[in-house]
């Protein structure tokens, strides 16, 4: 199914669309229908919308496991790309009483962010900081939640412990180290080489570039290995941890059948028989982990590292470059505003 374009000026927005499975080149900015506002929904006029991995996954329908899963079996259901979001409220539903016309908000949408209006659910929204740019709030929810999640939730982490977070020059991993100092750990970030700097300073207390050191034979022993890379083989990673530790897979091999899923199973099956906890798990959005990255934001205590800014007429261009995996930090389009 396509998106139907409509032809009132008054109800149409631009938008980034799709209509097949393809890399960038299969993206169009296209004249479509502005949302209906739900009764428990806001209309978001958006400023700006970061781009995640997730999102070039469902452009490209990669893994073919996906197709199954809910992507679409043979066309994509989603046309609009874009979780995250940032932007002014121009209209509530009929049971919205948190947010009003004219607030400022961010949050993650259903998708269909990439576009100059997004219906978004209330409760996926919170006021954006005034301190904090458009630009920096959508860089935040999808790679902040993993983040956070996998440090405190599957690594169960505790002030005074020792962290490695290989990968820790990407979006996640920007997040993943602020957070762990945060949380009290002495954080080691593993990164190429022109992001040593970059890490060193959103508080890791060594940085291993990995051009010139190997972190698997450092002879150091960590208490949580969160691995968003997922270069290196399990055993390779268990030889760092300490007897009691606990590895964390976040990212994985990027098969174009199963993706990370065969070593996903082979870290569960793993777990069951030794003492390390091997751990893997899918982000799960929530309004109060929301809330609990806002107050960080309006502190200062994370700051959204952002390698690019592109134009929503260059979405095509963010999304190739999201998925050359070579980011530092987060990929934000920006928009203009709405359709007047």
């Known amino acids: 199914m396509t998106i139907p374009p409509t032809t009132t000026q008054e109800d149409t927005m631009k938008a980034v669309t799709y209509d097949t499975y393809g890399t960038s080149d299969v993206l169009e900015i296209r004249d479509v229908a ?9 209309l978001v006029r958006v400023h700006a919308a970061a781009v995640n991995p997730l999102d070039w996954h469902f452009l490209t329908g990669t893994p073919y496991l996906m197709h199954v899963a809910g992507a679409g079996l043979f066309r994509p259901k989603r046309h609009i790309p874009g979780v995250d979001v940032a932007g002014t409220v121009e209209a509530v539903g009929a ?21 100059e209006y997004v219906c978004v659910p209330a409760d996926q929204l919170v006021p954006k900081p005034a301190e904090v740019t458009f630009e920096q709030a959508a860089a935040v929810p999808v790679a902040a939640f993993t983040a956070l999640q996998g440090l405190r939730d599957k690594g169960r982490i505790r002030p005074g412990q020792k962290v490695l977070v290989n990968g820790a020059s990407g979006g996640v991993g920007t997040f993943a180290v602020q957070l762990a100092t945060w949380f009290g750990a002495e954080v080691t970030g593993v990164c190429s080489p ?22 698997t034979e450092s002879g150091e022993r960590y208490d949580v290995v969160l691995d968003i890379a997922g270069n290196r083989s399990l055993s390779e990673c268990r030889s760092v941890l300490t007897p009691d530790g606990t ?16 070593r996903l199973l082979h870290a569960l099956l793993l777990s069951r028989l ?10 799960q959005e929530t309004r109060q982990d929301l809330l609990l990255l806002q107050g960080l934001l309006a502190a200062g205590t994370l700051t959204p590292v952002i390698d690019r800014t592109y134009p929503l007429d260059d979405a095509a261009a963010a999304l190739a470059y999201q998925g050359a995996g070579h980011a530092r930090g987060k990929i934000v389009v920006t928009v203009s505003g709405g359709a007047s």
Request: proline fraction near 8%.
């Open 95 to 115: 049971g919205v009483s948190e947010l009003a016309p004219g607030d400022e908000a961010f949050g993650w949408s259903r998708g269909g962010s990439l576009a």
């Open 34 to 42: 502005v949302p209906t506002v739900t009764d428990d929904g806001v």
């Open 274 to 283: 030794v003492r390390q906890r091997l751990v893997s798990y899918i982000a």
């Open 194 to 215: 022109p992001n040593v700097d970059t890490v060193r300073s959103l508080g890791a207390t060594r940085v291993i570039d990995y051009s010139r050191e190997d972190f």
């Open 247 to 262: 590895y964390v897979l976040v990212g994985g091999p990027k098969g174009r059948w199963l993706g990370p899923l065969p």
